[in-house]
């Protein structure tokens, strides 16, 4: 297993436009996560899953951003419409959950997204 | 809600000084505490990590004690050098806070030769 993988590593788009990231975790980790990380800033929690389910949500996160992880394997993570503000590095990371866990997150490379 | 404050940046030090980078935490529970390191060009990853009160994290030179009392977890290193410079978060995670982490605003640190 080589880690967590994420693609695209680079999306630039018009404003307007749709664009989607894709996230492969760990195999054996459960839990999945999204962070959004702008320069100069720590990463901002966006969602989680455990498994397939999405157990939390940022509030600071608009309608136009979705999250999925169908089959508790891989995720994606849709923004619509894009805008300007959204530009941004998108991280995936994930983690192990249960006895013994320590809450240790291993991160992807992220997604680096630049809205024109 | 849990919150990370942590010193500014950028620090810049000659190679071979002590560091220390301070980091305070706020948390409702009984939080784990991480250092991640971002070099440059690469993702984050995990330096060290301290589960709960008093332990110590240690990895490539670098140590963090927690400290309940004081709801600290400094970052230090007797000795940096170049290859030190990074960006350094500081974070939390604990059951109260749904499992998250939740991450300060990181110290860019620079070594000069």
């Known amino acids: 297993d080589t880690g967590v993988s994420q693609d695209p590593r680079h999306k630039i788009t018009k404003r307007g436009q749709n664009v989607t990231f894709r996230c492969d975790p760990i195999?054996?980790?459960?839990?999945l996560y999204w962070y959004r990380q702008t320069l100069g800033q720590g990463p901002e929690f966006l969602t989680y899953?455990?498994?397939?389910?999405?157990?939390?949500k940022s509030r600071l996160l608009s309608d136009r951003f979705s999250a999925e992880r169908p089959k508790g394997s891989f995720s994606t993570l849709e923004i619509q419409r894009t805008e300007q503000g959204d530009s941004a590095m998108y991280l995936c990371?994930?983690?192990?959950?249960?006895?013994?866990?320590?809450?240790?997150?291993?991160f992807g490379e992220g997604s680096r997204l630049t809205v024109l | 809600g849990n919150s990370v404050t942590q010193m500014e940046g950028p620090v810049t030090l000659s190679e071979e000084a002590f560091l220390t980078i301070n980091c305070t935490y706020t948390?409702?529970?009984?939080?784990?505490l991480f250092w991640y390191v971002q070099y440059p060009g690469e993702g984050l990853q995990l330096l060290l990590k301290a589960t709960k009160a008093d332990d110590k994290g240690s990895n490539k030179g670098f140590e963090a004690t927690y400290r309940k009392e004081t709801t600290s977890f400094h970052l230090e290193k007797g000795s940096v050098q170049v290859s030190d410079s990074a960006v350094y978060f500081c974070a939390l995670s604990d059951r109260d806070g749904g499992f998250k982490t939740i991450f300060g605003a990181g110290t860019r640190l620079f070594v000069k030769a």
């Open positions: 948390a409702t529970g009984y939080p784990s």
């Open positions: 990371a994930s983690s192990r959950s249960g006895q013994g866990s320590t809450g240790e997150l291993f």
């Open positions: 195999s054996e980790h459960n839990r």
């Open positions: 899953f455990q498994n397939e389910a999405q157990l939390e």
